[in-house]
């Protein structure tokens, strides 16, 4: 635990938890050299309709503290580190009522049945019967009301079979929506493919989540963003929205910020996996279906050794 929560304090190891099962010297070594780096810290997305903060978890997660500005009563999404949640709770005064669980693993819901214990009474949303205390099983299209917030759960199977995303709107708001995505769109990236297939993941990605409002705030389940672009540029070298993205999301992690939210119209610009139906990615894995080339992008991106800049 010890060195999980050193790792924790380096922004800069993006990707660490999944690195450590590739190469533990290599990685053990990075985190001795960052021990000292900048802490990650939480931020605040403050709109009229509703307030999202960012609380860091883990070596690179995100917990997000959902708040309806009308009633204060909020939602948390993926509390792996429940005394953080509390404390923001008390923190902004607000009533906690649920826990939003994008999908069973443990870094995301391990700390659901502590949460519950420690405050009691909280309504557990999830996908999966392997979501730790789930009390709630929603499918697709599900909606429910977090104060005047409307969420609707959204099934996106394929890193796990139970994934779901939640989209949150307010009813006549100018301001933009949200939507959780757990493990299945990160910045500029999508999680791995462990328990579905490629044409499950354009589903998700292409089919529903990119058929959401351009202006809607992508929240995701970890801070890759910088290692992301890099496989981005890799993709697409010619690409000037991922060179500026990449320099912009090193800045941000070197002074300990979120590199997050992005917009889903801005996934579209940088991100390879909402791209699959354009021609330069295409052409980079040799395709012409857009399915086939998300297979291939993600097979490559298993295998992909990040670069240092």
Not at 164 to 172: D, F, L, P, W
Request: aromatic share 8%; net charge neutral; with cysteine.
């Amino acid at each position: 635990m010890l060195f999980r929560s050193l790792v924790g304090s380096a922004c800069t190891l993006i990707g660490a938890a999944t690195a450590l099962k590739l190469a533990p010297v290599e990685v053990q070594a990075q985190a001795a050299a960052l021990l000292h780096s900048t802490v990650r810290k939480s931020s605040l997305v403050d709109q009229a309709n509703m307030r999202v903060e960012l609380l860091p978890a883990l070596s690179d997660n995100y917990m997000y503290l959902l708040i309806d500005v009308d009633s204060k009563e909020a939602a948390i999404v993926d509390p792996v580190e429940p005394i953080k949640v509390v404390e923001a709770v008390r923190k902004h005064g607000v009533k906690l009522t649920t826990i939003l669980t994008t999908h069973h693993h443990w870094d995301h819901a391990s700390g659901n049945e502590k949460m519950v214990r420690l405050m009691p009474g909280l309504k557990v949303y999830g996908g999966d019967d392997r979501v730790d205390a789930i009390t709630k099983k929603v499918s697709h299209s599900n909606s429910f009301k977090l104060g005047s917030l409307s969420v609707k759960c959204l099934f996106t199977p394929c890193h796990t079979t139970g994934h779901i995303c939640y989209y949150v709107t307010k009813e006549n708001s100018t301001e933009p929506p949200a939507v959780f995505t757990g493990d299945t769109l990160f910045v500029a990236g999508c999680g791995k493919f462990f328990e579905g297939t490629a044409e499950q993941m354009y589903k998700a990605l292409i089919e529903i989540l990119g058929q959401l409002p351009p202006e809607t705030r992508v929240y995701c389940g970890h801070e890759y963003t910088v290692s992301n672009l890099k496989f981005a540029r890799h993709v697409e070298p010619e690409n000037e929205v991922i060179q500026k993205k990449l320099a912009w999301a090193k800045e941000k992690c070197s002074s300990g910020e979120p590199t997050i939210p992005s917009t889903l119209a801005d996934e579209f610009t940088f991100n390879p996996f909402m791209r699959v139906k354009e021609k330069s990615v295409q052409d980079h894995v040799k395709q012409t279906n857009p399915i086939e080339t998300m297979r291939s992008l993600r097979k490559e991106k298993d295998g992909f050794r990040v670069p240092k800049e």
